[in-house]
């Protein structure tokens, strides 16, 4: 990927994640594939975490690819829980129900 691609990444992330619903949460990796990079999650993660949690993006709707959500920000699991997102016994996002499909809705 040279600069110019990489330029337009971080706006895509923010509007790719500002798309997904209550209720319903994306990964890291899906993130980066919307956004025409499929190789990039760890980058999606990068620019989410740098966007601060005083933002109106909803960046507590991204977990990881098992369902898990950020290591130190246990505020995550409460806001996605006030958002009817339901949690298996081992702590993981369900995502089975929770996933997002934007191509479904």
């Known amino acids: 990927m040279n600069n110019q691609d990489l330029s337009r990444f971080p ?3 923010r509007d790719i994640v500002s ?3 209550p209720g319903f949460v994306a990964t890291y990796g899906d993130v980066a594939t919307l956004a ?3 190789s990039h999650a760890r980058l999606a993660g990068k620019v989410l975490g ?3 949690m005083d933002s109106p ?3 507590h709707r991204v977990v990881n690819a098992q369902g898990r959500t ?3 920000w ?3 699991c409460r806001l996605l829980e006030a958002e009817g997102v339901a949690f ?3 702590g993981r996002v369900d995502m089975r129900r929770h996933r997002w499909h934007p191509d479904v809705e």
């Open 11 to 13: 706006a895509a992330v």
């Open 70 to 72: 950020a290591p130190h």
């Open 57 to 59: 993006v909803p960046c």
């Open 36 to 38: 025409g990079h499929p």
């Open 19 to 21: 798309a997904i619903p």
């Open 50 to 52: 740098a966007i601060g």
């Open 74 to 76: 246990h505020l995550q």
């Open 88 to 90: 298996l016994p081992s």
